[in-house]
Each structure stands twice: as C-alpha cells, then as structure tokens.
C-alpha cells in the first residue's frame, strides 16, 4: 500500500469509525425497507431503525423526537432553517442578523435572501473571534426574525457563547438558529439551556457516514414554522420531503452516541495533543495562534507564520500530513480565509494561515512528527523568503 500522509484535516471531514459502519451495515442488504411502507414489515423494521436514532439523536441535544428533521447534511439544514424562515415569517420582519465568520453554507443563504429584499446584518467579531453581545443586542430590530450564529467556527474553532446569545434572542423574541456542524459531539449542546430554535448537524464531522444531517426545529416555545424547501411525499412532517436514508440515519445515531460517551476523555487527550503541537511550533518564533485561545475546540490549532506564505507549508508538509488554510469549501479559490480576515488580520496574515484539525484516530507520535516537520518546512521557508531570509537582519 502507498503511504500516506497524518490525517490532520477533521474539520473537513473526519472518517468514519468502524463501530459506525457495523451499525449501518445491516441496514443496506437485509434491513433495505422504506421506512414509510406501513404495510408490511420491510417497512416496519426500517421505520422501527429510523425511530430509535430519532431517539438517540434527539437526546443528545435535549430536544424530541418531533423536532428532528432529516437532510442531507448541514448544508442542506442551514438553507432549510434561513430561507425556510425567512418564507414563513416575512410578513413579519425581512431582517436576519448573522456572522461575517459563518460558514459559506449560512453566508451564501443569507445573500441569497438580501438579492430578494431581506436585509441582512454580518455581524463582525472580536479578534479573538468571538461576537460581542452588546454589538448582537444593538443589531436587534423589531423587523428582525432570524439571529443565526455558529456554535463552533471550522476555521478556527472559535466557540460562540450560545447560552447568552439564546437568552438575548429569547428575550427579543428572535428565532435563534445555529450551525452545529462542527459542534455536535464536541462539546455539550442543549436546546432548552441554551434556548436554540433550530439547529443545523452533520454526521460526517462526527465520525459518521457523508449525506446525512439534521435541522432540529422547536415545536414549543415557539413553535417555529419552516416553509420547506424541498417538496414531495410530506416526509419529516412536510418540512422535507425524500425517502429516508435509513443506513446513513442509523450511523448517524451511532457516531454521535460514541462521541457522547467519550466526550470528556477525547476532548482532554486532543487537547494535550494540540498543546504539544503549539509548544512545538511556537520555538519557531513570529508565529500566531489565531481565534480566543480557550473558548475553542480542543482538537483546532489555527495558527498564521510570519514570512511564509500558507499554501507553501501546507505544499511541502504534503508528503507527511494532510492539512489545510481552512475552509475546504473555498479552497478551490485562492483568496485570504474570510474569517481571519474578520479577525483583524492582514491580508498577507491571512494568506499565511495554517490549520490543524487533530481528530479521534491521531496519536502522539503523529503529532510529534508533523510538529517537527512543520518547524523543518517553516525554517526553509523563510530562509528562501528574501524579504525575511538571513541578512534581513533578524
Ligand atoms: C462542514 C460544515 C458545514 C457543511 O456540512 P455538510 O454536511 O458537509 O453539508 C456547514 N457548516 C459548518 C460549520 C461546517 O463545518
């Protein structure tokens, strides 16, 4: 087999455990029913799979089994929760406030909706990342229906304070959507304490299957209504029609029960193993540890170097470990990362930006050798780099 580089990309997407896998298993051969068939038992037992994910799923957020809506993943949640509000409350307000550090997949929503009259409002951030609530509760308005703000950032790993925005929204009566892509599993999330309306998951950050998300919808205090976006056979109580993937949902139960389980010891050890690798890297000097340094996912080290451009490090750490500027999404594009540039940072910081998405299956010794690797690269780098080379006077 050809060798491959450490996998230190989990931000764009984690593989899937092998405990996942045996769960879904059954369900694509023996189990293969369509879980609306109420005739007969092909039906009943895949319906009867569906329900205990719903289950499980729901739990893990504090949330019932009616507010879990089914999708394709947070993408799909994302534009289900903005413009499935935004049709259903528009003769209320035609105001959305979100975040200038959001994913694309709640960005692109949102312009969509201001190309059609809405009026939105990018929030910015802090250089730490996070939003100030003051700035949040003075964006307030009495049009406005929807506040939408990512629990955890995928670039950065930045951890919004979700428990005071909720309060801020509950108390304006403002729905309050959150991205929770990267969230779930991570760190606690509770719909009712944190006072969350919707709420956009994936599996495949979580060690699940590729194709399967969720948008969770409060169905009291509020009831929120979402106009949907994808019409058919009246699936997930009319909100999104599709036959249900039943293998995808039943992995999809079985990744988050794991990482619950283990969320306390696996957030611990990533972070011993984050700690190890910015210790190792900061000898480098000029050097930066971009987003709050402890409201963050343990397992994200964002970091930008001085005198070296990002593209480069990532190109020539390529052979010993797959990493990434940030957003997959937008790395077909070679522009500075949206969300650092929200930070504060240069533009030429910004192109200089690395990050490290330590998941379940890194070890130690892998940490270990891309941290040395890394100061190797940076060291050539910047000896190459005239600007900054020896004889600068550094
Ligand atoms: C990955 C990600 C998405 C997109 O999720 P998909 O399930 O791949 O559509 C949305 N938001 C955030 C914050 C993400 O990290």
Same mark, same amino acid.
Not at 198 to 205: E, G, N, Q, V
Not at 216 to 220: A, I, L, N
């Given at each position: 087999m050809s060798h491959r580089p450490i996998y230190l990309d989990n931000h #764009? +997407? +984690?593989?899937m455990d092998e405990r996942v896998l045996t769960a879904m298993l059954p369900y694509f051969t023996e189990y293969f029913g369509n879980p609306a068939s109420i005739s007969h038992a092909y039906g009943w037992e895949a319906e009867a799979a569906v329900k205990q994910a719903r289950n499980t799923l729901a739990d893990a957020i504090h949330a019932t089994p009616e507010e879990i809506v089914f999708t394709s993943g947070a993408t799909e949640a994302n534009n289900l929760a903005i413009k499935g509000v935004a049709e259903a409350y528009f003769n209320k307000g035609r105001h959305i406030i979100t975040v200038q550090t959001e994913h694309s997949a709640v960005l692109d929503p949102c312009r969509y909706l201001q190309n059609l009259g809405f009026e939105i409002t990018f929030l910015p951030v802090q250089p730490d990342g996070l939003i100030d609530l003051t700035e949040l509760e003075k964006a307030i308005r009495p049009d406005t229906i929807l506040v939408s703000v990512m629990a955890a950032n995928n670039e950065i790993g930045v951890l919004q304070p979700l428990a005071e925005i909720g309060t801020i929204c509950h108390e304006n009566k403002v729905l309050f959507h959150t991205d929770a892509a990267q969230a779930i599993g991570k760190i606690p999330l509770d719909v009712q304490a944190m006072n969350i309306d !919707?709420?956009? !998951? +994936? #599996?495949? =950050?979580v060690y699940g299957p590729k194709g399967i998300g969720v948008l969770? $919808? /409060?169905? /009291?205090n509020p009831r929120v209504k979402v106009a949907p976006q994808i019409q058919g056979g009246g699936h997930e109580r009319g909100m999104r029609s599709g036959t249900l993937y039943t293998p995808q949902i039943v992995g999809f139960a =079985? #990744? $988050?029960a794991l990482a619950l389980e283990e969320l306390e010891s696996e957030s611990e050890r990533l972070l011993d193993l984050r700690s190890h690798l910015w210790t190792t890297l900061s000898q480098v000097g000029r050097i930066y540890f971009n987003g709050h340094p402890t409201q963050r996912l343990s397992g994200n080290l964002n970091i930008s170097v001085e005198g070296v451009d990002g593209a480069a490090l990532i190109l020539g750490l390529q052979s010993v470990a797959a990493v990434s500027s940030g957003s997959a999404c937008s790395s077909a594009t070679v522009a500075p990362s949206h969300v650092l540039l929200a930070l504060g940072h240069s533009e030429s910081l910004a192109y200089a930006s690395i990050r490290f998405g330590i998941g379940r299956f890194n070890t130690i010794e892998e940490i270990d050798k891309v941290g040395k690797q890394a100061i190797a690269t940076i060291q050539s780098l910047r000896l190459g780099n005239r600007e900054w080379g020896v004889g600068s006077g550094e």
């Open positions: #764009a +997407t +984690t593989p !919707l709420m956009s !998951l +994936t #599996a495949h =950050k969770y $919808v /409060r169905r /009291r =079985k #990744a $988050v």
